[in-house]
């Protein structure tokens, strides 16, 4: 692929972060439940990109539980450790995986999810809750993907 199209590919990427930025600010501006936020910043992510699944894990009594998503139905536990969400939760850093056959001890909610991003909503270096977002191409996610996720993230905590 020339150079030109890459860094096209990326801008576009990158610009619709910055709008979804924008709105997901002004959408959680007013709201201070977090399960309301979580619900529509889900929302909102799964309009702008049509990832597969994209939600929230939630650490309830040493495991994760399944909080607010778009998409198909899903696993409601994860144990401390188990899979890409447990992993992101112990390490306490984002996780991508480009082909979730190469990950091991991956949870597959559903064989169509190819590739997953999962970034820690962290508060006080406490893990509060893990977003997933899963895509059915492999590769999908990168350090565009993780920066504003990231930034996503950091904005559900007051
Ligand atoms: N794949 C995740 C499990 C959650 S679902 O994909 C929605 C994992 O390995 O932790």
Redesign the pocket.
């Known amino acids: 692929m020339a150079e030109h199209l890459i860094v096209d590919n990326l801008l576009s990427k990158e610009e619709k972060y910055k709008s979804l930025l924008l709105q997901i600010k002004a959408l959680i501006e007013g709201e201070e439940d977090i399960i309301a936020n979580m619900a529509n910043v889900s929302a909102a992510i799964k309009e702008m990109f049509d990832y597969f699944?994209v939600?929230f894990?939630q650490v309830k009594s040493e495991m994760?539980v399944?909080g607010p998503?778009q998409?198909p139905i899903?696993?409601t536990r994860?144990k401390y450790g188990?899979?890409?969400?447990?992993?992101?939760w112990k390490e306490k850093s984002t996780i991508i995986?480009p082909d979730?056959d190469q990950?091991p001890?991956?949870?597959?909610?559903?064989s169509l999810?190819r590739s997953?991003i999962?970034v820690p909503v962290m508060k006080d270096n406490e893990v509060l809750a893990?977003l997933?977002v899963?895509s059915v191409e492999l590769d999908e996610f990168d350090e565009i993907d993780s920066l504003y996720l990231n930034e996503i993230c950091s904005l559900l905590i007051r």
């Open positions: 699944w939600g894990y994760l399944l998503f998409g899903a696993c994860i188990r899979g890409v969400c447990g992993t992101c995986v979730v990950f001890g991956h949870i597959a909610c559903s999810s997953e999962v893990v997933d899963d």
